[in-house]
């Protein structure tokens, strides 16, 4: 079974940049998130979605990360304009509907720096 | 204050010693937790689920106080390969929002 793909693996950026960071779920996972997980802490969840729809992005600083899941299959997450704490690993991961953890995977994730 | 906290070590123990991690968790409606391993520049994968009435799966054994909100993991005989960050997961009851949420992790190094 093929995991959860994300690209690109690594991305260096000025701050003020733009930035989007790409992911495709375990086919058949109706729920994805993205999760940031800056060096020394655990990840920490920004966006989840059920099929395409948004079940919860309380934590989604809205003013420069967005966030879409078209079709509810692949999802992207946008960064614009970057700040200099925008530098981290972004996370995808992927699960069965959303009560269940079986299954629950994480992608190899995106390593974002911003100089 | 964190919702999981951890002790971020490093915990540096000889290969062979036992050595146990805690975890403190402050949302008393958290329903499920787990103990998440990650070696370094990886993602996290899932080491075991942590219940009430303990479970072990091989050197490792989980225990879930709800009582006092408090998660413990032990690793017997410990290994060279065992060396990585654990993290301690608490996720919600609400079905519909049933993310995960981390502590920072605990970093242990078994050395030879």
């Known amino acids: 079974e093929a995991g959860v793909a994300q690209s690109p693996r690594y991305k260096i950026i000025e701050k003020r940049q733009s930035v989007a960071f790409w992911c495709n779920p375990i086919s058949g996972h109706a729920t994805l998130y993205w999760y940031q997980q800056i060096l020394g802490q655990g990840p920490k969840l920004l966006i989840q979605f059920q099929n395409n729809g948004v079940v919860d992005d309380s934590q989604l600083p809205k003013d420069r990360f967005s966030a879409e899941r078209l079709k509810g299959v692949d999802s992207t997450l946008k960064i614009q304009p970057a700040k200099l704490e925008d530098s981290a690993v972004y996370l995808c991961?992927?699960?069965?509907?959303?009560?269940?953890?079986?299954?629950?995977?994480f992608g190899s994730g995106t390593r974002l720096t911003v100089v | 204050r964190k919702e999981v906290e951890q002790d971020p070590g490093p915990f540096n123990v000889p290969e062979g010693a036992t050595v146990a991690f805690n975890c403190t968790y402050s949302?008393?409606?958290?329903?499920?937790f787990f103990w998440y391993r990650q070696d370094c520049r990886k993602e996290p994968k899932l080491l075991m689920s942590v219940y009430s009435s303990g479970n072990e799966d091989g050197r490792f054994t989980a225990q879930l106080n709800r009582a006092s909100q408090y998660i413990s993991l032990l690793i017997r005989d410990s290994k060279l390969s065992d060396s990585a960050t654990y993290l301690c997961v608490s996720r919600g009851r609400d079905t519909g929002r049933r993310a995960l949420t981390f502590g920072s992790g605990t970093r242990l190094q078994v050395q030879p």
């Open positions: 991961a992927s699960s069965l509907v959303g009560g269940s953890n079986y299954g629950y995977t």
């Open positions: 949302n008393s409606a958290s329903q499920s």
